[in-house]
């Protein structure tokens, strides 16, 4: 290889050669010089502040509450629509914050009484009727509480929502568009579908008496309840030489005794309507009396409940 060949300078007086270049991919592109469009002339020129239009904060705020609602609305409702599964006790979670200036209410109870009150409107709705919401908000507020707590429950409610069957015939005459009579999934048969015979349901039947009822009908009054119609299970109960009695549906009895409780049986109800006129007309049937309740108790004759704020008579 000669000198020339080498790109190289012989002698004393050549220079020193410098770096070769780097050789670059034929179809590269050459890299972009970035430059500071703020540095003019050698020198840093201040950032550009444009002026902002000023905040619509009561707009913003009404976007934001009505999307967080919208989002909890439709979580709430997923879940009250999802099948109810059994909790699994646990230990307890009160969750109650700690430290001044902080809320007494824990955040499991303060979800719990949204839900509660979303529950409640949502079932009066014509979809919520239609779906029974109701009885899902219920039994899913129980699994939610045993969850907490890993205690047993105690669920207190009308006869026509504790009976564990399946699906029931409820009458209820009413000033509500739709039919008086329908078929009906309530929470007891829920809850009973989850639990089997570890839930356990006590109706509570009774013969007369004065009753507190009327909250959909103009405000809550007494009104006096004659006997049960003839073909209604409360009839037969009345007749008992006991008055006031509880009768365990779990064990045997004579044969036609146990064909009567493990029929059809039509039970009376009491609810927030009421017309006297339409006794008769208020009532819900359940395929087999034992398979609904685990036991009755009979009460000969009912006094009026009293509102929390009312006068003593």
Known sequence: MSDVDAGVQRGPSAARPGPLPRRRHPGAAAAPVR?????????????VRRPRPPPDRDRHARRAAEASGLVQRSRIHRRAQAPVHRARPGRPRHGAPRGPGRSQVSWDDAVQHARALVGWYESYTTAGDEQNTRE????RFIETWRRRTGHRVVYSAANAHTAGVEEQVV???DEYPGPDVTRRRTAGGILRRVHGRRYRSIATVFDHGDVLT??????????AMPSPHESFIDRDLGTARIPDYLVDLRHGAPPPVRHRLDGPAKLRTVSAAYVP????EYHH??????SAFDAILHIDQVTPTRLLNAPHP
């Open 285 to 290: 049937t359940v395929g087999s009396l034992s």
């Open 35 to 47: 430059r500071d469009p703020r540095v003019r002339q050698g020198r840093r020129a201040a950032p």
């Open 136 to 139: 899902r908000y219920i039994a």
């Open 171 to 173: 009458s209820f005459p």
């Open 277 to 280: 006129e339409k006794d008769a």
């Open 214 to 223: 009327g909250w959909e009908t103009g405000g809550p009054k007494v009104c």
